[in-house]
T-cell receptor, first 114, second 113 residues
C-alpha cells in the first residue's frame, strides 16, 4: 500500500491565484483530514470528512474548500491565495474506530504565496 | 475546546540517556491521546496512543504516562538514539464525530553524541 499520497510536493502561488492540493489514500479509510502547519507550530485542522459526500469545517477553514466524491480522494481547494496561507499542508486518513485512533499522514505539500 | 501544549520547546539529551517529553491538556473530556514523531520535511509518524481510562502504556522503547488529575501526559524514550532526533507532538481527541485531533506545538528533541 502507498498509504496517503499528496501532490504537489512544493508550489509557489501569486496572491489571488487558485490551486487544488490533491490527497489520495489506498487504505479504505472512512475518515480523512486536512491540516496546516505553520513554522514552529503544531498542526491545525482545516477540514475533515467522515465519508464520501460528507465534509465539515475544522478549526481554520476560512479561505479553503474541500470535496469528497470518493472514499479515496479528498482534494483541498484554495481560492484567491493570500500570504497568510503560506504553510505546509498535510492530509491524513484514519479508520472508523478499530481500537486505535491513529491518523496516517501524507508527506505534505509546502505552499508559498507571494 | 481542547488545548494541548508542551512544557519545553527544545530538549537536548545524550545518546543512551532516557528522554522525557511532557504535555499538558485542558479538555477533561478527551478520550485518547496520541504521540507523534515528525522528522524534518516529513509528515507526522504515529508512536503510541493511550486511552483516557489508562494510566500507562508501553511500546518498544517508549512509555506514555497519563495523569488525569493534573491533566498531564509524558512520553518517555529509553536509551535515546540519534534516530530519535525529531519534533514530538502530543495530540488529544474525543472519540466519534470523525475522531478529530488537537495538536500541541511540539518539542524538538536533540540527541547529542
Amino acid at each position: 500500500n502507498a498509504g496517503v499520497t499528496q501532490t504537489p510536493k512544493f508550489r509557489i502561488l501569486k496572491i489571488g491565484q487558485s490551486m487544488t492540493l490533491q490527497c489520495t489514500q489506498d487504505m479504505n479509510h472512512n475518515y480523512m483530514y486536512w491540516y496546516r502547519q505553520d513554522p514552529g507550530m503544531g498542526l491545525k485542522l482545516i477540514y475533515y470528512s467522515v465519508g464520501a459526500g460528507i465534509t465539515d469545517k475544522g478549526e481554520v477553514p476560512n479561505g479553503y474548500n474541500v470535496s469528497r466524491s470518493t472514499t479515496e480522494d479528498f482534494p483541498l481547494r484554495l481560492e484567491l491565495a493570500a500570504p497568510s496561507q503560506t504553510s505546509v499542508y498535510f492530509c491524513a486518513s484514519g479508520p472508523v474506530h478499530t481500537g486505535s485512533y491513529e491518523q496516517y499522514f501524507g508527506p505534505g505539500t509546502r505552499l508559498t504565496v507571494t | 475546546g481542547e488545548s494541548v501544549g508542551l512544557h519545553l520547546p527544545t530538549l537536548s539529551v545524550q545518546e543512551g540517556d532516557n528522554s522525557i517529553i511532557n504535555c499538558a491538556y485542558s479538555n477533561s473530556a478527551s478520550d485518547y491521546f496520541i504521540w507523534y514523531k515528525q522528522e524534518s520535511g516529513k509528515g507526522p509518524q504515529f508512536i503510541i496512543d493511550i486511552r483516557s481510562n489508562m494510566d500507562k502504556r508501553q511500546g518498544q522503547r517508549v512509555t506514555v504516562l497519563l495523569n488525569k488529575t493534573v491533566k498531564h501526559l509524558s512520553l518517555q524514550i529509553a536509551a535515546t538514539q540519534p534516530g530519535d532526533s525529531a519534533v514530538y507532538f502530543c495530540a488529544g481527541g474525543v472519540g466519534g464525530g470523525g475522531n478529530k485531533l488537537t495538536f500541541g506545538t511540539g518539542t524538538q528533541l536533540k540527541v547529542e553524541l
